[in-house]
């Protein structure tokens, strides 16, 4: 299987333990997924207000808000880099 392209990620939060959670998740799904993708954690508080996210830890994808306020699950981490994909 070779190794797919994928745009941005960014993970927003202060560096918490429920961020870097999020964070280690989102790399092992990529890792798993065989997806190249330019991985960014911001933790200013000015730059994470920039995305309209409320809550951290926050995940955008490509622009878009799929997750925060929670650490999600492996397979919902999956789900989105899937579908992304596979457009």
Not at 48 to 77: C, D, R
Request: charged fraction near 25%; charge should be positive.
């Amino acid at each position: 299987m070779s190794t797919k392209s994928f745009g941005t990620i960014k993970i927003l939060g202060p560096g918490c333990p429920r961020c870097m959670e999020t964070e280690r998740l989102v790399m092992k799904a990529l890792s798993e997924l065989k997806i190249a993708a330019d991985v960014q954690h911001i933790r200013d508080p000015r730059e994470m207000a920039k995305f309209g996210a409320l809550f951290t830890p926050a995940v955008i994808v490509n622009g878009k808000v799929v997750s925060q306020g929670k650490v999600p699950s492996y397979e919902e981490v999956k789900k989105w880099f899937s579908e992304a994909v596979s457009k």
